[in-house]
């Protein structure tokens, strides 16, 4: 499970598969002495979401393939690039049935995920004819043109999405910081603008006071420098400080033992740091400040640590940093507040984008109560007529009570009574001896002899 860890945090999908049998070296220490939980050794280690929209297809897609013998063997003898360039996809058809068989599943359930996603998209804004097949060609983690099978392609395809994205990752979120950032100034900005001269005072002071309040606080360490390492390893680990040695600091912070420090776990190696800028419960402190100097602290290492650029660091490339003049005497630390995160040009193109949204929202909430309005004049409209026909139905009724006639029922249908019995002497329209009504035009037998006694013949 080391492999399934390394490979969900840093997406360059199954790059680190070569790195499961490494054995990590025991470490030169009594981990008793160290603070926190030790890790239980087979424990499923929770791995964090990779912020794909395709995480979840990814971490399926890697529990399967872990359960393969064979490929697990090739992966031993594959190098980096083979990964990459996708030489090893190619195994895939080697695994075994029942392998290849889950991983058709799983496509066929992400397939069909992705086309709930996009009709569900198309039905918001009232589309029609949706080509789901056309509209696939988006997501590039899987081969569209074969919905029903697992092929090579789409393991070569998931490893080149999974790491084409995943370098981007960080780029979008400092983008979305950025205007998060620039939204908050706007609408600090427009709550001004609404108050009067004396309260508009009285909350600058306060936003003054409180930028203030925030950058008052101790030194922050270089991140990765010495000084910073040895913090956490008295503060966080609990060890003496004149006994650190980068060797076993690596080992002691490599969580899952799988030979690599990933991004998540150089993360935490700056929780100690954060703490001194950052209070929850502290107006002044903002939280989704302190998670972006965390991400910028974790690129600033990498890109002084990672020298493969494969988002993992080696005990090799950690021990190579440690001898660097950087380590031992490094550049003072700027933190966010120390920085100009936007320009008043940005701010003011971000609010002009602000307002053209805005104004399209208020077009569509114009059009929607138009709507709004037409269906209740229809509504009433026909409600007036319906009133009207009901008043004619009774009219009409009353008019056929007063001439005598049946009333008619609830849905306008006349109510007829059953027709009156004959006397049983009466048998004037009926033939001797039965009980059949004549057909019409046929004159009883009697009623014919009497009529031909009143005939007279002339010559």
């Known amino acids: 499970m080391r492999w399934t860890a390394v490979i969900v945090q840093q997406c360059v999908l199954l790059v680190t598969y070569l ?20 890790h239980v ?3 499923k280690i ?50 075994s ?23 569900a998209k198309m039905d918001s804004i009232q589309d029609t004819g949706i080509d789901h097949q056309a509209l696939l060609k988006q997501f590039e983690h899987l081969n569209h043109q074969n919905p029903d099978t697992f092929e090579p392609k789409d393991l070569d395809m998931l490893i080149k999405a999974a790491t084409s994205d995943l370098e981007n990752y960080d780029k979008t979120r400092h983008e979305e910081f950025k205007k998060y950032e620039m939204m908050k100034e706007h609408e600090r900005r427009e709550y001004l603008k609404t108050l009067n001269e004396e309260k508009r005072r009285e909350e600058e002071s306060k936003y003054e006071e409180q930028k203030k309040k925030h950058g008052d606080h101790p030194k922050i360490n270089h991140p990765g420098s010495k000084d910073q390492l040895k913090e956490v390893w008295e503060e966080a680990d609990g060890l003496d400080p004149n006994d650190f040695d980068p060797k076993t600091f690596f080992k002691l912070h490599d969580v899952n033992n799988d030979g690599f420090l990933d991004e998540q776990e150089l993360e935490a190696l ?13 107006e002044e402190d903002d939280m989704v400040e302190m998670e972006e100097e965390r991400l910028r602290m974790r690129e600033h290492v990498m890109n002084e640590v990672d020298l493969n650029r494969d ?11 440690t001898e660097k003049k950087e380590f031992l005497e490094p550049d003072s630390w700027e933190t966010l507040d120390q920085q100009q995160l936007f320009t008043e040009e940005e701010l003011k193109e971000f609010e002009s984008h602000i307002s053209q949204q805005e104004d399209e929202l208020r077009k569509k909430a114009e059009d929607l109560q138009k709507q709004k309005e037409e269906l209740q004049r229809q509504h009433d409209q026909l409600q007036a007529q319906k009133q009207e026909l009901q008043q004619v139905v009774q009219q009409m009724e009353q008019k056929k009570l007063q ?26 329209n009926h033939p001797a001896g039965g009980a ?3 057909p019409p035009g046929h004159v009883p037998v009697q009623e014919a002899a009497a009529r031909n006694d009143h005939v007279q013949i002339h010559p």
């Open 19 to 38: 790195l499961i049998t490494l054995e990590a070296v025991p470490i030169d220490i009594d981990k008793t002495k160290v603070k926190g939980e030790p």
């Open 41 to 43: 050794e087979g424990e």
């Open 46 to 95: 929770e791995n964090p979401d990779t912020g794909l929209y395709y995480d979840e297809y990814l971490r399926q897609v890697i529990d399967v393939l872990e359960t393969d013998k064979h490929f697990r063997e090739k992966l031993q003898t594959a190098d980096i690039e083979e990964i990459k360039n996708g030489k090893l996809s190619k195994e895939l058809d080697l695994v």
């Open 97 to 119: 049935h029942h392998v290849r068989t889950r991983l058709d599943e799983l496509k066929r359930q992400e397939v069909a995920r992705l086309r709930m996603l996009i009709k």
């Open 270 to 282: 700056f929780t100690k740091e954060l703490e001194k800028v950052y209070d929850p419960k502290n």
């Open 311 to 321: 988002r993992l660091v080696t005990l090799e490339e950690f021990l190579k940093a």
């Open 403 to 428: 001439q005598g006639n049946p009333a008619s029922g609830p849905a306008g249908e006349l109510k007829f009574q059953p027709p009156e019995e004959h006397p049983a002497g009466n048998a004037q």
């Open 436 to 438: 059949q009504p004549l």
